[in-house]
């Protein structure tokens, strides 16, 4: 397995891997990405991210049935594995950590 410090979009798949659970394939994802994020977010990038998630094995695949209303084109659906959820929780834990680091003051002036 490859590293698994991950960057804020390969945090950002892999958050919305792990909430659409059975339902996580790229154009699903992107189009959750998008309505929760507000960005433009492109397909091309997102398998590339999962691509790259996957070799990581930080995401693992498969392949679906083969749908008419594709064409019988089959969908990759996609699953978080164990070190992905690792890398998740390890990431959350270092944000949380540095927000608890801010003085309430700062806040304030806000």
């Known amino acids: ?9 390969e945090e950002l798949v892999l ?4 909430a659409l ?11 959750e990405l998008s309505n929760h ?13 999962l691509n790259r998630l ?7 695949s498969h392949l679906g049935e083969a749908t008419k209303a594709r064409g019988g084109k089959r969908k990759r659906y996609y699953q978080l ?3 992905g959820k690792a890398a998740l929780v ?5 944000r949380d950590q540095l927000w ?7 806040w304030k002036k806000l």
């Open 37 to 49: 994020t507000g960005r433009s977010v492109k397909l091309g990038v997102v398998h590339a991210v």
């Open 21 to 31: 659970m059975k339902e996580a394939y790229s154009v699903a994802i992107c189009d």
């Open 100 to 106: 608890d680091r801010i003085p309430s003051l700062v």
């Open 81 to 83: 594995t164990v070190p």
């Open 90 to 94: 390890r990431a959350k834990s270092m």
């Open 54 to 60: 996957e070799e990581k094995g930080l995401v693992k």
């Open 1 to 9: 397995m490859k590293g698994t410090n991950i960057g804020e979009f």
């Open 15 to 18: 958050l919305t891997v792990a």
